[in-house]
């Protein structure tokens, strides 16, 4: 039993900054792979970026390439999305998800959260 549970969502005009946390239930937290995915109304859910086990290897989508960093701390369980100069176009329900290996691929993931609201104003 695995649950991830998001958080720091919220509202920001263009070009600033937030910080997501995802905190992950359990003792095998550094077993896993983590990625971060996000949907927007209408649209499909889109790969932003995924992280290794011990956060040596990461990668983003295009879109978010040297704005978004992905960073974890197995100690306290939990994976963090740095975001920054954001665009109104970032703006979507932002969740977080676990798998054996990253991925860029949604089904790759057997654990997902909630999603967390992110909105960046014009």
């Known amino acids: 039993q695995v649950r991830l549970l998001e958080s720091g969502g919220g509202s920001v005009p263009a070009g600033g900054s937030l910080r997501l946390s995802c905190a992950v239930s359990?003792?095998?937290?550094?077993?896993?792979?983590m990625g971060w995915f996000r949907q927007a109304p209408g649209k499909e859910r889109e790969f932003v970026g995924t992280i290794n086990q011990n956060g040596g290897y990461t990668r983003y989508a295009d879109s978010v390439k040297g704005r978004f960093t992905i960073s974890r701390d197995n100690a306290k369980n939990t994976v963090y999305l740095q975001m920054s100069s954001l665009k109104p176009e970032d703006t979507a329900v932002f969740s977080c998800?676990?798998?054996?290996?990253?991925?860029?691929?949604?089904?790759?993931?057997?654990?997902w959260g909630q999603g967390t609201q992110v909105t960046v104003s014009s």
């Open positions: 998800a676990a798998a054996y290996a990253p991925s860029m691929l949604s089904d790759h993931y057997m654990h």
């Open positions: 359990g003792r095998t937290f550094s077993s896993y792979a």
